[in-house]
């Protein structure tokens, strides 16, 4: 009884320990996963802000360009 | 005697089923992790095979548009072999021919493009969007109106995710997948509207150049050519340096979302 007692003690720690060591494993995974789309999407909106203002350069450049050849349009 | 024998084989007999169970119980959860780790190591190989091939589709996707563009763009050199400025030369490197202009509905013209921001497409929708290699799992997102076709071909549905298991995700981190998705959306849409605007700028350029031509042949000042010629040379600094940070979009964010 007492070895019965004794191995179903263990047998619960074994699982446990087991089934943290795979809990611990996904929120590694999930973390590294997180930490990539957070440096990607800094990325993305460094990168946007660029283009817009660029964008906004040629839009102004476009309505210069209008200007100077409106009577000839 | 016999019953002293008996007592020490029995108490032999229960040290070994214990150690026995002992070992089958570790031989059992080493297994079974060993599989859960087999598992985990199978999708992953299976997730990067899939992104693999998305990738060989996407290259001969590039490659075929490219050709189609090549051709285009060689058309168009042949009619503008008469003005030889820088930006024919940036053309025909083709920079930015990884986006289709299929892919948005901008078509500027003189008349619409004073009014392009109420033109501008700001229409954004809430699709749910499939992720993993066997679109397992899902978030909603929002969507530009002209992404939504590309969206459904790869899988996805209009509206907001029903309910549904996302397999042990954690809420933190589905949350985080949500934000990601959304900025490459907000990300893909200035893109193709920058590739517009680009591609109306060299539209606009080849026309200004030609009238500048018919300008000096009908003996037009000096002073004004040299103006006009002017904003055309900013223009083209601009339209190059438009381009060039496309490309660098281009790069970030085609394939992204597939």
Same mark, same amino acid.
């Given at each position: ?73 | ?29 080493? @297994?079974?992790?060993? &599989?859960?780790?087999?598992?985990? =190591? !199978? *999708?992953?190989? /299976?997730?990067?095979?899939?992104? $693999? ?55 500027? @013209?003189?008349?619409? &493009?004073?009014?392009?921001?109420? =033109? !501008? *497409?700001?229409? /954004?929708?809430?699709?749910?969007? $499939? ?128």
């Amino acid at each position: 009884m007492k070895n019965l007692k004794w191995l179903a003690s263990l047998a619960t720690i074994v699982i446990l320990t087991g089934s943290s060591c795979t809990g611990k494993n996904n929120n590694q995974t999930e973390e590294i996963e997180i930490k990539t789309m957070d440096s990607t999407s800094k990325s993305i909106n460094e990168m946007v802000e660029k283009l817009d203002e660029q964008t906004k350069n040629v839009e102004s450049s476009l309505e210069k360009l209008d200007a100077e050849f409106k009577n000839n349009n | 005697m016999r019953n002293l024998k008996t007592i020490i084989n029995i108490s032999t007999m229960k040290k070994y089923i214990t150690g026995l169970s002992l070992f089958l119980l570790f031989v059992t959860v080493i @297994t079974l992790t060993s &599989f859960q780790q087999d598992d985990r =190591n !199978k *999708n992953q190989n /299976k997730n990067n095979q899939d992104k $693999k091939e998305k990738n060989n589709q996407g290259k001969k996707e590039k490659i075929s548009t490219k050709s189609e563009s090549d051709d285009k763009m060689d058309q168009k050199s042949k009619k503008d072999k008469n003005n030889n400025s820088p930006m024919d030369n940036e053309k025909g490197k083709g920079h930015y021919k990884k986006i289709n202009s299929k892919d948005y509905d901008y078509n500027w @013209t003189i008349e619409n &493009f004073k009014d392009r921001n109420k =033109n !501008k *497409n700001n229409e /954004k929708v809430l699709i749910c969007h $499939k992720f993993n290699s066997n679109n397992e799992s899902q978030v909603t997102i929002r969507v530009s109106s002209n992404a939504i076709k590309a969206h459904m071909n790869h899988g996805d549905i209009m509206g907001e995710c029903p309910p549904f298991d996302n397999k042990g995700y954690s809420n933190n981190y589905l949350k985080n997948r949500t934000d990601y998705y959304n900025t490459i959306e907000v990300g893909r849409d200035q893109m193709y509207y920058s590739q517009s605007i680009l591609d109306y700028a060299l539209e606009r350029l080849t026309g200004s150049r030609q009238q500048l031509v018919v300008m000096q042949n009908n003996n037009m000042p000096v002073a004004e050519i040299e103006k006009k010629q002017e904003t055309i040379v900013v223009l083209e600094k601009n339209v190059s340096l438009l381009e060039t940070l496309i490309n660098v979009a281009a790069n970030i964010l085609v394939d992204k979302l597939q």
